[in-house]
């Protein structure tokens, strides 16, 4: 059609947004949104094959569905796109939950990764933590009201690496030269700092409860104040001239779906919140043969007096000192006891403890004897099965005075709390189903050397035929004594002598399980 001169041309209509356009757009997000879920799922790698095949059929099948309820005519409808309104609000409704699911499904594997990347990832190059103490009456409250002040640190051949880097440090901060006054034991350096001739002394952390050992200093905690921390890692050690030190030497197995191994479970309560440099006041192996489904746990006494790694002469030292020179050397120490071969670790602090068995809902276990706590007061415990929240298992695993058999007793109900753990793992759904927010929440309180892939592929086992676990528990036994250690030269501390007997039954017991025997309650009596 022709205009007159000066007239405006006619103008197209718009086009219409239509149902099917925009049911096409559902589909469009919800097929992103599948595929999003999809692919994190597939890359947590944890689920088994039927397990992905059975959610790619069930996505497949709800792609097609919202396909056929969108653009299906109904015959009775007058509607322009062949679908009654009811339809339609219907399908908005379930398009928006299949989105909403698939989204947070992804984000859950998603989480899942990245909080298993930090734990697994946590092994830092982390060696010492380096603390500046002064008395609590004192007024200092950062180190930069130390300048003048009169230092004391450790004066050993195993200390002087670090307390070098540290003296360095302070000296920067104060921007004046520290010379501190040596001293051969942490002992001889906290008593100068309670007499008064030194104002402010340069420990490492991890002595911090080796002192409290000390009935003289057992008050160490409240009388001083943490005010100033040196985090001792690699690169600082190279700057200040210092070869870096080796990792661990603890050997991964090829599969750890077939293959026996061995973990070695460090638990601390220590000050200090660097795992790898805590003393450590849980030491259990788990030996585990993912094949025959068995797993036992063999616990050492913390004040076990056994040869310090460390020591080149071959000094004897309470197994728990050993961690403050790196669980290494917990492992190596172990190693020697057991003639084993320790393949991995797992560390976790008692924050870390209460807060696993918080997010598993709490935990069941077999309690030999009824008894009140009198380490942690306020905790009493019936004879019989009982369920432990974390705070409640925290202090169960903890007393020992309660009990005539002491530290002995005490392991025992360690490793009744760790088989309740194990048990909730592997029969309940409270761990798969809050698997992210418990990693999450372990994050910094736990850390250990095994691979993310090897968790996972342990996890994908264990989904794939849930098999029932074969789980036994031993302690080995000492009598008590009095011996200076390596870690406390110059000072009787108690120890614990290793009862042979019992050593070599720990021994044979861990042999048969990873020969592929399996234990029965005669073996570990």
């Known amino acids: 059609m022709k205009t007159k001169k000066g007239d405006m041309p006619a103008q197209k209509p718009k086009k219409k947004f239509t149902w099917k356009t925009f049911g096409l757009c559902l589909l469009i997000a919800q097929g992103l949104c599948e595929i999003f879920a999809l692919v994190e799922i597939v890359l947590l790698d944890m689920l088994p094959f039927k397990y992905l095949a059975g959610i790619n059929v069930f996505l497949a099948a709800l792609i097609t569905v919202m396909s056929i309820m969108i653009f299906k005519k109904s015959k009775k409808s007058k ?29 859950f594997a998603m989480k899942t990764r990245k909080t298993l990347s930090n734990i697994t990832n946590s092994q830092t190059d982390v060696r010492a933590v380096i603390g500046v103490y002064v008395r609590e009456e004192d007024p200092a ?19 002087f690496e670090y307390t070098t880097c540290a003296v360095n440090d302070i000296s920067g901060v104060l921007k004046t030269p520290v010379v501190p ?26 002595y911090a409860t080796i002192v409290e050992d000390n009935e003289a200093y057992i008050d160490f905690e409240s009388r001083t104040r943490l005010i100033y921390e ?61 094949q025959t489904k068995q797993i036992l746990l063999i616990n050492t006494p913390r004040d076990y007096f056994i040869p310090n790694p460390e020591s080149s002469s071959g000094a004897k030292d309470k197994l728990t000192h050993l961690g403050i020179y790196g669980v290494d050397c917990s492992i190596k ?27 598993l809902g709490g935990v069941t276990i077999d309690n030999p004897v009824a008894f009140s706590s009198k380490n942690v007061p306020g905790y009493s415990y019936s004879q019989g099965e009982i369920t432990l ?12 005075y309660a009990f005539a058999s002491g530290d002995n007793m005490r392991g025992q109900n360690q490793m009744r709390i760790i088989t309740g753990v194990i048990n909730k793992l592997t029969h309940s759904s409270s761990f798969l189903t809050n698997y992210a927010s418990i990693m999450d929440d372990m994050s910094g309180m736990f850390v ?49 002598y290793p009862d042979e007997e019992s050593v070599a039954k720990a021994q044979q017991l861990i042999d048969k399980v990873i020969e592929g025997g399996i234990l029965t309650d005669e073996d570990v009596a």
């Open 79 to 107: 509607a322009k796109d062949g679908i009654g309104i009811g339809r339609k609000i219907l399908s908005v409704i379930l398009v928006l939950a299949i989105c909403t699911g698939s989204l947070y499904a992804g984000m």
């Open 141 to 159: 409250q950062t180190i930069n009201d130390c300048i003048g002040y009169s230092f004391g640190a450790m004066n050993t051949e195993t200390d």
């Open 181 to 206: 006054t040596g001293f051969d034991t942490p002992d001889d350096l906290v008593g100068a700092l309670y007499s008064g001739t030194l104002q402010a002394i340069i420990m490492n952390e991890s």
């Open 230 to 290: 040196i985090v001792i890692t690699d690169d600082v050690l190279i700057a200040n001239g210092f070869a870096p030190e080796g990792d661990n030497d603890a050997a991964a197995v090829d599969d750890i779906t077939a293959e026996p191994f061995i973990l070695y479970i460090s638990g601390s309560d220590t000050r200090s919140k660097i795992l790898n440099v805590s003393r450590s006041d849980v030491n259990i192996l788990m030996v585990v043969n993912p």
């Open 333 to 359: 120490g172990l190693e020697n006891l057991y003639d084993c071969k320790i393949n991995y670790y797992g560390q976790l602090n008692f924050t870390g403890f209460e807060t696993l068995i918080n997010d």
């Open 389 to 400: 929240m974390g705070d409640e298992a925290l202090a169960y695993a903890r007393e020992r």
């Open 448 to 496: 250990t050397s095994m691979d993310s892939d090897e968790i996972e592929e342990l996890v994908k086992m264990q989904l794939g035929d849930m098999a029932e676990w074969n789980t036994k528990s031993y302690a080995v036994t000492g009598t008590g004594g009095s011996e200076i250690t390596y870690s406390m030269k110059g000072t009787k501390l108690y120890v614990m």
